[in-house]
């Protein structure tokens, strides 16, 4: 290591020359990469929910539609605008009554199942509106945006399709806010926690690289999720802030020993990356748990930020040394007092009450950690969102005016006789919920030829070996009561078909839900076991590794805890990854603490004064990185308008806090106590430093 570390001095000129050109491909990439914005795209394939969204979408070309409220428009200024929206780039289709009948012919001699389904309250009719692609592609989104432009007065526009363009352009609209905002509040703290004025700049620019080397490098995923995008800049920003701070430190500490700065960067280099190696370990291995999910969000997630963190490390060890010497003399220069002392009267606190300490965090703990599994959480995706957005208002508007609060897709092979489907189709309106059901069996009734009918309504009742059953649901997507719904239709489904399936937003939804259980259980398992491993392998320790997970387990359980009390919902997807990613990030504190009071019980030094050195010399590392990563998520919590993206930056917030706190005043107190079980399931434990300087000199 520290040859390479003596590469990386020596060349420093090339590395920042090689390291700015790199930013070329990368921007290239970050452009090109595409960003999905459909969440329900990411449940598995194999679910029937998704078979049947599949078969919407390349069969009846109806997994992609919008439909339009309009209320008290004359029939020629909506014949009129109906033309105008079938003219937009990317739309299949504008159905209204129009293109079955005659307008001109009285409603009431319509069937009774037309009228319910065509007409509503409010003096209401529908538009249907369907697209060349999918709900999430940039065509549909592109011809959503042109759609709203042409709508008229009363007129409301609904459906997933609406919701997603919304989303994009609502995630687009704040995501330089959330940028200015986290780097923002760095800077602020690290302006008042290290000495020099250029030195939180330095910083910045030096996760530039790698953050922008993480987002161009996406391009090879094919595509990220919205959630990803809009998290990723500000979770790698805090989470590798660490090891920024962690160098710098050193780097400081071997100024003072070292006749040449580039001596005492090489020598922070190799005593860093000892501490940088597991921490990132830990914190790649906490993120890549998210591939565990059989919800693929998690994948896209954890991807994306252990290529981060790992881009982070690289550049850490890389980019920066080179920054710092080159502006070394400015950073000595431009220096100010710090706010952020050595926590040293806290220090000499938590070494002479260690037990009393340890017993107090327990008895506080108890509540938490029962209240965590008794905190609710939602999966209805839309009420993350803020209300008033133009898709929000046009959904909800379907279900005021047409009892559509929630439509069911159902398909079943189209060699069911006209007679069965009937049948299936009056058992499905006893079911409790149920406004309406709608097929074309049930419109025409048994005998009809069908061949009569216009293409445009075959193409999307009956087609691709499917009948198509509309089932409209008074229950909100997500509940208790649409799910039991959900249950009863698929047993009267799977009676006359066994191959019949029920897709929607419901019925994904319930899929989600039923995933996202047995992923929250996979998730915090594979996480703690890889945390486990690595911080085991580190420390050639048994006990070590528990000690530190049990901390931040600890935390995790305070600040998940902390919802139940207050009455707060959480969405779903915060619930599943939150563990994870403060696992992950905040184990680094446990880590540098641990391998610090190492050093102090190597050099001779007793427990509790190991303990209160430790505390003393890691207490300002930590501090800073805790209150940067906090800074930089409370303040994306604080303006952003989006729910789901507020919980989870909250949540990441308020735990770096809880962390921090848990070890800065609790871990060290744990090292004091169960220090004789860490030397008798920790290899090498007691080494004198002396011995490990004379086996380094020899290597």
């Not at 459909?38 to 449940?43: A, E, F, N």
């Not at 592109?142 to 007129?155: H, M, P, T, Y």
């Not at 609904?158 to 509040?185: C, F, H, R, W």
């Not at 990356?273 to 890549?288: K, P, R, Y």
């Amino acid at each position: 290591m520290k040859k390479i570390a003596q590469g990386i001095v020596r060349l420093r000129k090339l590395i920042l020359t090689v390291a700015v050109l790199l930013l070329i491909p990368s921007a290239i990439g970050a452009i090109a990469t595409r960003i999905n914005y459909d969440i329900l795209t990411y449940l598995p394939q194999d679910l029937d929910s998704m078979i049947g969204e599949v078969a919407l979408e390349d069969d009846f070309h109806l997994a992609s539609t919008g439909m339009i409220t309009v209320e008290g428009l004359p029939t020629n200024e909506l014949i009129a605008m109906k033309k105008e929206i079938e003219a937009v780039p990317g739309v299949t289709q504008t159905f209204w009554l129009s293109d079955v009948i005659d307008p001109s012919i009285p409603t009431a001699m319509l069937p009774a199942d037309v009228q319910q389904f065509m007409f509503g309250k409010n003096d209401s009719t529908m538009l249907i509106v369907r697209f060349d692609a999918p709900s999430a592609s940039d065509e549909t989104m592109e011809a959503v945006k042109q759609i709203e432009k042409l709508l008229r007065k009363d007129c409301f526009f609904g459906g997933m399709s609406v919701i997603l363009q919304d989303t994009k352009a609502l995630v687009n609209q704040e995501m330089p806010l959330y940028i200015l905002i986290a780097v923002g509040a760095s800077l602020l703290v690290l302006f008042l926690s290290l000495e020099s004025t250029l030195t939180p700049l330095l910083f910045m620019l030096g996760l530039l690289f790698p953050i922008a080397y993480n987002f161009g490098t996406n391009i090879f995923l094919g595509q990220i999720s919205y959630i990803t995008e809009a998290l990723a800049t500000v979770l790698q920003l805090g989470v590798t802030m660490d090891f920024s701070i962690f160098l710098l430190h050193r780097y400081q500490e071997e100024k003072e020993l070292r006749s040449t700065n580039e001596e005492a960067m090489t020598s922070a280099i190799c005593k860093t990356m000892t501490s940088i190696s597991a921490s990132s370990l830990t914190t790649i291995a906490g993120f890549l748990a998210l591939c565990a999910m059989r919800l693929t969000l998690g994948r896209d997630i954890g991807l994306v930020m252990a290529k981060g963190v790992a881009l982070g490390v690289i550049c850490t060890v890389v980019i920066l040394p080179s920054l710092i010497l080159t502006f070394d003399k400015w950073v000595e220069k431009y220096k100010h007092r710090t706010v952020i002392p050595r926590l040293t009267k806290l220090s000499y606190f938590v070494s002479k009450h260690s037990v009393p300490i340890v017993v107090v965090f327990i008895l506080i703990l108890i509540p938490f950690a029962i209240a965590q599994n008794k905190t609710s959480v939602y999966y209805t995706l839309f009420d993350s969102l803020p209300q008033d957005l133009t898709g929000i208002v046009g959904t909800n508007k379907l279900g005021e005016d047409f009892g559509m609060t929630t439509s069911h897709f159902i398909l079943v092979h189209d060699d069911l006789t006209a007679t069965q489907v009937s049948d299936l189709c009056d058992e499905l309106k006893d079911v409790d919920g149920i406004t309406q059901v709608v097929s074309l069996d049930s419109i025409t009734g048994p005998g009809f030829d069908t061949e009569l009918l216009p293409d445009s309504v075959m193409e999307i009742l009956q087609s691709g070996g499917y009948k198509l059953i509309l089932a409209n649901s008074s229950y909100k997507t997500g509940t208790d009561a649409i799910n039991s719904q959900l249950d009863e239709m698929i047993g009267l489904i799977k009676n006359v078909d066994p191959e019949g399936v029920i897709t929607g937003e419901g019925a994904m939804t319930k899929d989600l839900i039923e995933v996202a259980d047995v992923d929250f259980k996979n998730v915090n398992v594979w996480s703690i076991m890889a945390v486990l491993v690595i911080i085991a392998i580190s420390f050639k320790s048994i006990s070590i590794p528990v000690l530190l997970v049990a901390s931040i387990e600890a935390a995790i359980a305070i600040n998940m805890g902390i919802p139940y009390f207050t009455g707060t919902q959480l969405p779903f997807i915060a619930s599943i990854v939150i563990g994870t990613i403060q696992l992950g990030a905040t184990v680094d504190y446990s880590i540098l603490m641990t391998t610090r009071y190492h050093e102090e019980r190597a050099f001779g030094r007793t427990p509790k004064e190991a303990a209160q050195q430790s505390l003393e010399h890691c207490s300002q590392s930590i501090l800073t990185s805790g209150l940067t990563f906090f800074a930089a998520t409370v303040g994306v919590a604080a303006i952003s308008k989006m729910e789901l993206l507020r919980s989870i930056c909250l949540l990441i917030s308020r735990g770096a806090l809880i962390s921090m706190l848990v070890i800065l005043v609790v871990l060290p107190a744990a090292l004091m106590l169960c220090d004789w079980l860490i030397r008798h399931t920790t290899l090498k434990w007691m080494v004198p430093e002396s011995a490990n300087a004379k086996k380094s000199e020899k290597e």
